[in-house]
């Protein structure tokens, strides 16, 4: 007689196979190192660890619940249209925000393409490209052979992209560009809110001016039940 209790029935006796891992993407492990990966919220590790393959993406929603720019943060914002306005162009909140992630496989790194809603008009689109080169070892391009080379940090259990330097590219030449002309520091912060839900924060501040620009958005990934 057949022990229902110890035995499991699997329908038409065919084995049920075990789920293969996922697989995992050591790139941004890499840069911070071990003991710098293991300070992360287990949640941030899963999303900068997440294998995105060829023709795959994965994508966020949520709002923008903070933004504020000086006079000089938002002309700077502005003028910065013309390689493909990498900055917030409005100071609104309470308006949607999605982010869409794809792999770049020419350079092997990632597209990153951030829609902010605003409360007149169509969405800002801002498209980006990490890159895992460079002295630093990440940079990213946000258009016209403009780029940020960043260095990653964690601190108090949040992931940083700070700003190393500028540069421009064009040619095949890499031409680093002056402090005296770059827009001042920036730090994009990635910090785990619990419950699913990340805020994404930009901090750009300039050595003599002070705080430009400042946004906070709150996002989940799209499809999980926060």
């Known amino acids: 007689m057949l022990d229902v209790e110890s035995e ?6 065919r084995p049920r196979a075990e789920r293969p891992e996922a697989p995992r993407d050591p790139r941004f492990r890499m840069l911070l190192g ?12 899963a999303r ?12 966020y929603e949520g709002e923008i619940v903070e933004c504020r720019m000086s006079r000089l943060g938002w002309l700077l914002a502005h003028a910065l249209k013309l390689i493909g306005a990498p900055l917030p ?24 393409t951030r829609i902010y809603g605003r409360q007149r008009g169509f969405p800002q689109v801002i498209h980006s490209s990490k890159r895992f080169a460079g002295p630093t070892g990440l940079e990213e391009y946000v258009g016209c052979g403009f780029g940020i080379a960043l260095k990653c940090a964690v601190e108090n259990e949040a992931l940083h992209f700070d700003s190393h330097h500028y540069f421009f590219r064009c040619a095949g030449l890499r031409l680093r560009i002056p402090g005296l002309l770059a827009p001042g520091r920036l730090r994009v912060s990635h910090i785990d809110c619990g419950h699913g839900w990340f ?27 926060p």
């Not at 990966?37 to 590790?45: C, E, G, K, T």
């Open 8 to 13: 499991k029935v699997i329908p038409f006796g």
């Open 34 to 45: 071990d003991r710098a990966w293991n300070q992360l919220p287990p949640a941030i590790r």
């Open 48 to 59: 900068f660890g997440k294998h995105i393959g060829n023709g795959q993406s994965v994508s």
């Open 89 to 112: 162009l409005s100071r609104d909140t309470d308006v949607p925000a999605a982010v869409l992630v794809t792999e770049d496989a020419a350079w092997g790194g990632q597209f990153w």
């Open 199 to 225: 805020a994404f924060m930009l901090q750009l501040d300039h050595p003599w001016l002070g705080e430009l620009i400042h946004q906070v958005a709150m996002f989940h990934e799209a499809g999980a039940n």
